[in-house]
């Protein structure tokens, strides 16, 4: 588990910390914005640079190498909590303190509060263990910098010796300022060799693995666990049951038969609605009746559908959000549209009623374009704004068709007309939708609907506007696709934790003393800025 897990990780934190480029900016942003370190240009690090942080394998990473491995990580970390800052939502990541002053509100296995500067401490040593495995995995197979790589990391450098000259420092003195006092344009250059060539040796893994997926072990796959790839319609109601607590002088057998008299109205009303129940709407009737029966004196019944509607649903979500024992029924091959039955759990009593049995997916290729409705933001979309904007999608189908009716056609349509600018360029191409794709409803069933052809056109509503919907083509069984990526991601796994698995070819050991210390350092140094920013 360990080893997938990094495995599907490593990835996304080579990206993260800025490959070439980017790093380069990150790197500057870690000087400047956190501010970290300007009195301490004048320190070479000398002990920084000769003790010892971690290991991996027989490479050593000094506790230099290890506070640039830090400050990566916890510009990742910041940079992460920034974004989501943006969306209106929070991970609790502290911006305006120090890592080690905000705990994350979870605990080790001796019960001591786990803080932010021990995520980042851990993270940024499984960043220098992954990298500096693949490296030298990859300096023994024979890798050796590319002209192209060697002249990403002259730019690199060069985008740091300008900052630097812009703040009126040498290039060594804002890179100890930046990262680590032991660290200078020697070291940092081989820190970008490392992860530059770690990445590629990473990616030729990751294709090695993916091209050794036969079509024979997707087939079996599917064929031995269907249930795990397909997917249904199903609609839910759930009511929660009474909670019940143990008592302290009583025995299991009092307590269950406690609790079982105490939910037993719950669990009898959800088998008086399952037995009402013959399509959706009769189900919706039955659930809204339920509900508005239980309402306070005084309360205004209500007339919204309490049911849930899940089209498209896995077995893992119906397990997740119901019970395993649910997600079994569902994906049974023996079920048929119209079988209702009900679950308990431990907080509620499940309706559930099959609206279309376990069936295979299809994945499409749509174009669309989209009329948006010509509204203020806040403000409510009327008749006449929904007529307006039919209007003229409907102009822009009938253009469309004057012109050939083609999809080269079509592509010329998105460029004058698309409103979703983020598809225009590429002819407004929406590729591998899939039932459990994240789109608007409507929008992805009518890609998915297993009767649509190639050339097919329509318009479609959604909250958003018009989409002038064209089918470009399948991709065939949704499955094929899913086992596929499912199988590679597990020959990649497999093949990326024998050299830096839990029990993989690397093995890494820490100087957690020194650590310890080198994060306390860096979150001093947060501390600092963030004092003399307040004056």
């Given amino acids: 588990k360990a080893a997938k897990k990094n495995a599907k990780n ?59 491995y830090y400050s990566m990580a916890y510009q990742y970390y910041a940079q992460m909590e920034s974004s989501y800052q943006q969306q209106g939502i929070s991970m609790g990541f502290p911006l305006d303190k120090a890592p080690d002053e905000v705990s994350t509100n979870q605990t080790d296995e001796d019960g001591n509060a786990i803080y932010y500067s021990d995520v980042i401490a851990d ?57 680590s006092k032991g660290l200078n344009e020697k070291g940092l250059r081989k820190l970008l060799e490392i992860e530059l060539i770690a ?74 609605i399952a037995e009402k129940v013959t399509n959706d709407e009769t189900f919706k009737t039955a659930a809204l009746d339920h509900k508005n ?72 290729d749509v174009r669309h374009c989209l009329i948006k409705f010509n509204v203020e933001e806040g403000k409510e979309v009327t008749d006449e704004i929904k007529m307006e904007a039919s209007k003229k999608a409907n102009e822009v189908k009938n253009e469309w068709i004057k012109a050939g009716a083609t999809e080269d056609a079509f592509k010329e349509i998105v460029k004058k007309y698309n409103e979703d600018t983020a598809s225009t360029e590429n002819g407004g191409l929406y590729e591998d939708v899939r039932p459990n794709s994240n789109y608007v409803a409507s929008f992805k069933n009518w890609a998915i609907d297993p009767e649509r052809k190639t050339g097919d056109c329509e318009i479609v509503e959604t909250e958003y506007g018009y989409h002038l919907m064209y089918y470009v083509k399948s991709n065939g069984p949704d499955w094929k696709l899913t086992v596929r990526e499912s199988l590679q991601e597990d020959a ?24 310890e210390k080198a994060s306390k350092e860096f979150c001093d140094k947060i501390r600092n800025s963030i004092a003399q920013q307040s004056y």
Avoid at 239 to 257: G, P, R
Avoid at 333 to 351: H, L, M, N, P, Q
Avoid at 493 to 498: D, P
Wanted: hydrophobic fraction near 40%; charged fraction near 25%; glycine fraction near 4%.
């Fill in 10 to 68: 490593v990835k996304s934190r080579t990206v993260a910390v800025g490959i070439v480029k980017k790093l380069a900016a990150v790197l500057v942003a870690v000087a400047i914005v956190a501010g970290l370190g300007w009195a301490v240009v004048d320190h070479f690090g000398i002990v920084e640079k000769y003790s010892e942080a971690i290991t991996v394998g027989d490479t050593s990473v000094t506790v230099a190498e290890y506070n640039y």
């Fill in 123 to 179: 993270y940024a040593a499984n960043l220098a263990y992954q990298q500096i495995a693949l490296y030298d995995e990859a300096v023994a197979a024979g890798y050796k910098l590319t002209e192209e790589e060697m002249k990403q990391i002259d730019e690199a450098i060069d985008t740091v010796r300008e900052s630097a000259q812009e703040n009126s420092y040498s290039l060594n003195a804002f890179i100890r300022a930046s990262y």
């Fill in 199 to 272: 990445s590629r040796y990473n990616t030729d893994i990751e294709n090695k693995a993916f091209e050794s997926v036969t079509d024979d072990q997707v087939t079996k796959e599917y064929q031995e666990n269907a249930k795990n790839y397909n997917y249904a319609d199903v609609r839910y109601y759930s009511i929660t049951l009474s909670a019940v607590t143990k008592a302290a002088a009583e025995t299991d057998d009092e307590f269950a038969k406690r609790k079982e008299e105490a939910q037993k109205p719950q669990i009898d009303a959800a088998n008086a």
């Fill in 293 to 364: 029966s239980n309402l306070a004196e005084g309360t205004k019944p209500t007339e919204v559908d309490p049911t849930v509607e899940s089209k498209g649903v896995t077995f893992n979500t119906i397990k997740t959000s119901i019970s395993e024992d649910a997600a079994n029924w569902v994906f049974d091959s023996a079920r048929a549209i119209g079988e209702k039955k009900v679950f308990t759990t431990d907080k509620a009593a499940f309706v559930v009623l099959i609206n279309n049995p376990a069936y295979e997916g299809v994945s499409a």
């Fill in 492 to 515: 990649y796994a497999e093949a990326f934790g024998a050299i830096a698995g839990e029990n993989g070819k690397y093995t890494m050991v820490t100087n957690d003393k020194n650590i």
